[in-house]
Antibody, heavy 117, light 112 residues
Framework: EVQLVESGGGLVKPGGSLRLSCAAS????????MNWVRQAPGKGLEWVSS????????YYADSVKGRFTISRDNAKNSLYLQMNSLRAEDTAVYYC??????????WGQGTLVTVSS | QSALTQPASVSGSPGQSITISCTGT?????????VSWYQQHPGKAPKLMIY???NRPSGVPDRFSGSKSGNTASLTISGLQAEDEADYYC????????????FGTGTKVTVL
């Protein structure tokens, strides 16, 4: 069974930083591209970033480019999202998600990031 | 690139059929057969219901079906049940690297 468990969310002040982690199990992590998708309170889903299986290809939404950095450690079956210069509009539940053949298939339970003074 | 357009809400009585539309452009929905549909209950993570326009993952009831015509994809729920009440989102791979995926605006399905 595929399991994706996010951690690292919390309350941070505007301009601050936070690092999210996602622990993956139940599949060969090193064979799949991974994504971060977020959902602001009461709003829809927004794709944030994607990283290929070997980290060769990395993509970001324009809204986070230059502020967020996605990375992975295949030896630790882990995905990360380093978030800097956080803004109020970054407040959301952040989901770790597995990609299969250009579709997002599996989702974690999410971790809440709140940016507020 | 804007979000895909979905109706804000759709409702139906138990046993009825409903259809949710998802309109994009030739750069996303119309350009690829990589349209997915997700069901999300309150406080829960999204769940994949349809992939590659019309395929159901194992375990998804066959009352859920998907189709596409031009730049518009559709999700049909036949024989609506109480547990189908949830938010539904479509998604498509895009021709751009940003965003790589675009989601729909979301549709609240209410079972009357």
């Amino acid at each position: 069974e595929v399991q994706l468990v996010e951690s690292g969310g919390g309350l941070v002040k505007p301009g601050g930083s936070l690092r999210l982690s996602c622990a993956a199990s139940g599949f060969t992590f090193s064979s799949y591209s991974m994504n971060w998708v977020r959902q602001a309170p009461g709003k829809g889903l927004e794709w944030v970033s994607s990283i290929s299986s070997s980290s060769s290809y990395i993509y970001y939404a324009d809204s986070v480019k230059g502020r967020f950095t996605i990375s992975r450690d295949n030896a630790k079956n882990s995905l990360y999202l380093q978030m800097n210069s956080l803004r109020a509009e970054d407040t959301a539940v952040y989901y770790c998600a597995r990609e299969v053949r250009t579709m997002i298939v599996d989702w974690g339970q999410g971790t809440l990031v709140t940016v507020s003074s | 690139q804007s979000a895909l357009t979905q109706p804000a809400s759709v409702s139906g009585s138990p046993g009825q059929s409903i259809t949710i539309s998802c309109t994009g452009t030739s750069s996303d929905v119309g350009g690829y057969n990589y349209v997915s549909w997700y069901q999300q209950h309150p406080g829960k993570a999204p769940k994949l219901m349809i992939y590659e326009v019309s395929n159901r993952p194992s375990g998804v009831p066959d009352r859920f079906s998907g189709s596409k015509s031009g730049n518009t994809a559709s999700l049909t729920i036949s024989g609506l049940q109480a547990e189908d009440e949830a938010d539904y989102y479509c998604s498509s791979y895009t021709s751009s690297s940003t965003p790589l995926y675009v989601f729909g605006t979301g549709t609240k399905v209410t079972v009357l």
